[in-house]
């Protein structure tokens, strides 16, 4: 069992990073087949091609960094189903995975279908828990849908370019794991494309959101 850390009495989501896990990042140098870190820096999981985000991994050292995501761990939750808060096994009925998304039903009627996302899913206890403590999703609003096709395919993080002066990162994106330019990106977190999806009722989940910052505080 995953052990969970809490911050001022605020439960610590399992893939929120910590600030004594934060490092520099080692600058990437390109090679004959992309881009790599120089030296004896990770950067590499054992069964991709990604170069990914260098993090330390010591849950609980130092504050909470709530507006960021603890790379690895998002990984390691994407891959395995696993809850985004508390890192058990993501809830899963007849009708999919629980997920809890950025609340945009107004975008039209085949939302979410297609929707691609970096949040990993929720089991069914975090729920309301998630809404509260995703910065983003607290701001923008929630809602939980359940998903039957889950394909974890592209990572989000920055492509590197050849430039004048030597190699430079661009704009953060969103890249097909199977595209011929992931081997010149840096990646910060998985991508999972729903689809498949069922709206849940808000009300029958009890999800409200936006949040009050009266709640937050729960
Ligand atoms: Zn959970």
Redesign the pocket.
């Known amino acids: 069992m995953t052990e969970l850390f809490t911050h001022k009495d605020r439960l610590v989501p399992y893939i929120t990073p910590w600030s004594r896990e934060k490092v520099t990042q080692p600058v990437p140098v390109a090679t004959l087949h992309g881009i790599a870190y120089p030296g004896p820096a990770e950067g590499r999981d054992a069964d991709d091609d990604v170069l990914w985000q260098c993090w330390r991994r010591h849950p609980g050292a130092g504050e909470p960094l709530w507006s960021e995501v603890h790379g690895p761990r998002q990984r390691h939750a994407m891959h395995r189903r696993l809850?985004q808060?508390?890192a058990?096994p993501a809830d899963r009925d007849e009708q999919g995975w629980l997920w809890l998304l950025e609340d945009e039903r107004d975008s039209g009627p085949t939302w979410p279908d297609g929707e691609m996302t970096t949040h990993p899913p929720?089991?069914r206890?975090?729920l309301p828990v998630a809404a509260r403590l995703c910065p983003h999703l607290r701001r923008r609003g929630a809602v939980a849908v359940r998903v039957a096709e889950v394909i974890v395919d592209a990572v989000y993080g920055h492509r590197y370019h050849h430039g004048p002066f030597g190699l430079y990162a661009g704009k953060a994106d969103v890249f097909l794991t199977s595209s011929w330019s992931i081997r010149w990106v840096v990646g910060n977190q998985l991508v999972a494309s729903l689809s498949q999806c069922t709206v849940l009722d808000p009300v029958e989940t009890g999800i409200k959101t936006p949040v009050s910052r009266a709640q937050i505080r729960r």
Request: net charge neutral.
């Open positions: 809850c808060v508390c058990g929720v089991c206890p975090c």
